[in-house]
């Protein structure tokens, strides 16, 4: 699998993954086909993800400004198509109580207001008729032991005070009978709010509603290098046009936006190098559980569950009663695909759900996340303001990427964002950034020590 850290390249025209969504998701919309010339536009975003998508549409629709999107594969076939589908108040992985301690009330309350606002666009986007499949909401936070119940129902106080959050503590027992009977759970707390859809859809919906508002997408377009060139035009100021070098046409734009996210290739600009450190995460999808199995489990639930782990495991209940279940992959693009990584989730979902011990996976895939040095996502810009980004979601920016989108946005169009750090900070540079991979295999063997004895 292509590995971002390694290649310069990551291809073009590569299908989707053998993934349940692809599998479930029916007949893509079309795009506007491979680049076949070279063009000169105003905004060129590269990547067709969330972020990509969203970025376009708010530019046409906030900013009367039509873009054209490059996406080296097709629409949302990084992450945006892979993911588990959880639409959760969240990015990143700072806790509020950190963003308190670290800048203070106001800006942590600002942060927060903007997750909310991410979650908010992605309903009211469905709500213009996306179809998607969402869920009942609820998002369940289990305990993987007993003393992480107690955090979290520190964490569910905390917030409770916060932001008011309704949040409902879950004893092992209530848990087992009313939502499900995991055998690794030692209580939990629920959130009302959060949901699962199919990712794919949810991404298909928003490039149809980019597409309506006048977007240009090209997919089968990978923008291989990157140049610069003066503009000198009679009449008008010097100006600096970006030159994006796809193998079928060049784009020259007055500004460039990079949502290329975990799939960002090696050195593949200067403003985000070694600012990212993309990481795999894995998921499976089991075959349907029949009736007798999901009573085995009492599995009553569809909300969207996460467990206290350093090395998290997450899982839902299909439409369809499987069960996706995910956590970390493969630590390089060359082991991503060995069997060994979907076989260890399933054997960890047998522990939770014993009656399951001969369930078999019918799907399995992975897919590259981006973590930031300092757990938050950043949306910025270079200091000429003509290239932007927004990249470091460390695994939470279904909903987050699309308030990132809008905000990038503002930023081409000029408009001023709220005064927060994640808009207003780069991202940080990695520090020994060729150790970066040697840093996540440390991480790993930490997280299970802490996970299992600490
Ligand atoms: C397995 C997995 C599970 C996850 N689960 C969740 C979850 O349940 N909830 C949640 O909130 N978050 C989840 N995430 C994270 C979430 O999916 C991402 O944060 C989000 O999709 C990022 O969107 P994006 O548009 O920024 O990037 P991506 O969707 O990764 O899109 C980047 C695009 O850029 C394209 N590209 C890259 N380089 C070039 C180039 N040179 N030229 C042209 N195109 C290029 C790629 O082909 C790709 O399509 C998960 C991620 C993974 C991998």
């Given at each position: 699998?292509?590995?971002?850290?390694?290649?310069?390249?990551?291809?073009?025209?590569?299908?989707?993954?053998?993934?349940?969504?692809?599998?479930?998701a029916?007949?893509?919309p079309?795009?506007?086909?491979?680049?076949?010339?070279?063009?000169?536009?105003?905004?060129?975003?590269?990547?067709a993800?969330?972020?990509?998508?969203?970025?376009?549409?708010?530019l046409?629709?906030?900013?009367?400004?039509?873009?054209?999107?490059?996406e080296?594969?097709r629409?949302?076939?990084?992450?945006?198509?892979?993911?588990a589908?959880?639409?959760?108040?969240?990015s990143?992985?700072?806790?509020?109580?950190?963003?308190?301690?670290?800048?203070?009330e106001?800006?942590?309350?600002g942060?927060?207001?903007?997750m909310?606002?991410?979650?908010?666009?992605?309903?009211?986007?469905?709500?213009?008729?996306?179809d998607?499949?969402?869920?009942?909401?609820?998002?369940?936070?289990?305990?993987?032991?007993?003393a992480?119940?107690?955090?979290?129902?520190?964490?569910?106080?905390?917030?409770?005070?916060?932001?008011?959050?309704?949040?409902?503590?879950?004893?092992?027992?209530?848990?087992?009978?009313?939502?499900?009977?995991?055998?690794?759970a030692?209580?939990?707390?629920?959130?009302q709010d959060?949901?699962?859809l199919n990712?794919?859809?949810?991404?298909?919906?928003?490039?149809?509603?980019?597409?309506?508002a006048?977007?240009?997408?090209h997919?089968?377009?990978?923008?291989?290098?990157?140049?610069?060139?003066s503009?000198?035009?009679k009449?008008?100021?010097?100006?600096?046009?970006?030159?994006?070098?796809?193998p079928?046409?060049?784009?020259?734009?007055?500004?460039?936006?990079?949502?290329?996210?975990g799939?960002?290739?090696?050195?593949?600009?200067?403003?985000?190098?070694?600012k990212?450190?993309?990481?795999?995460s894995?998921?499976?999808?089991?075959?349907?559980?029949?009736?007798?199995?999901?009573?085995?489990?009492?599995?009553?639930?569809s909300?969207?569950?996460?467990?206290?782990?350093a090395?998290?495991?997450?899982?839902?209940?299909?439409p369809?009663?499987?069960?996706?279940f995910?956590?970390?992959?493969?630590?390089?693009g060359?082991?991503?695909?060995?069997p060994?990584?979907a076989?260890?989730?399933?054997?960890?979902l047998?522990t939770?759900?014993p009656?399951l011990?001969?369930l078999?996976y019918?799907?399995?895939?992975?897919?590259?996340l981006?973590m930031?040095?300092?757990?938050?996502p950043?949306?910025?810009?270079?200091?000429?303001?003509?290239?932007?980004?927004?990249?470091?979601?460390?695994?939470?920016?279904?909903?987050?990427?699309v308030?990132?989108?809008?905000?990038l946005?503002?930023?081409?169009?000029?408009?001023?964002?709220?005064?927060?750090?994640?808009?207003?900070?780069p991202?940080?540079t990695?520090?020994?950034?060729?150790?970066r991979?040697?840093?996540?295999?440390g991480?790993?063997?930490?997280?299970?020590?802490?996970?299992?004895?600490?």
């Open positions: 699998m292509y590995d971002p850290l390694l290649d310069e390249s990551l291809g073009s025209n590569a299908p989707y993954p053998s993934s349940y969504w692809a599998g479930v029916g007949t893509p079309k795009d506007n086909g491979q680049l076949n010339q070279d063009i000169t536009v105003d905004v060129a975003i590269i990547g993800g969330y972020t990509g998508l969203s970025t376009a549409l708010h046409a629709r906030e900013h009367g400004i039509k873009t054209t999107v490059l080296a594969n629409t949302a076939w990084g992450a945006s198509g892979r993911n589908g959880f639409i959760l108040k969240s990143g992985r700072k806790s509020y109580a950190t963003m308190q301690s670290q800048w203070g106001e800006v942590m309350r942060i927060y207001q903007e909310c606002a991410g979650v908010e666009t992605v309903k009211n986007l469905i709500a213009e008729g996306i998607c499949d969402p869920q009942e909401s609820g998002y369940i936070r289990v305990a993987h032991k007993p992480m119940f107690k955090s979290l129902l520190a964490t569910a106080a905390l917030q409770k005070k916060m932001f008011g959050y309704d949040i409902q503590e879950i004893s092992r027992e209530q848990l087992h009978q009313r939502y499900m009977a995991d055998h690794n030692y209580g939990a707390i629920r959130y959060g949901f699962g990712p794919l859809k949810l991404a298909w919906g928003y490039q149809k509603l980019a597409q309506q006048g977007v240009t997408i997919c089968d377009t990978s923008v291989e290098k990157w140049s610069q060139e503009s000198d035009k009449g008008q100021q010097n100006q600096t046009l970006q030159v994006l070098h796809t079928t046409g060049i784009v020259k734009a007055n500004k460039v936006v990079i949502a290329t996210n799939y960002s290739a090696k050195n593949f600009h200067p403003l985000i190098k070694n990212s450190l993309p990481v795999l894995q998921i499976i999808v089991t075959q349907p559980l029949k009736q007798e199995q999901l009573s085995a489990c009492n599995f009553l639930t909300n969207v569950i996460m467990d206290t782990r090395l998290k495991y997450y899982y839902r209940k299909l369809d009663n499987r069960i996706l995910g956590g970390r992959g493969a630590i390089t060359n082991s991503a695909e060995d060994y990584y076989k260890r989730l399933l054997a960890v047998k939770s759900f009656p011990a001969t078999r019918d799907y399995a895939w992975s897919g590259w981006s930031s040095l300092d757990d938050m950043h949306v910025y810009q270079n200091e000429q303001r003509n290239i932007f980004y927004a990249m470091g979601y460390c695994g939470s920016g279904v909903s987050f990427s308030q990132a989108g809008k905000r946005a503002d930023k081409v169009a000029g408009v001023s964002v709220p005064n927060l750090p994640i808009y207003q900070t991202l940080v990695f520090p020994f950034a060729p150790l991979r040697v840093g996540q295999w991480y790993f063997q930490y997280g299970k020590v802490k996970d299992r004895w600490l």
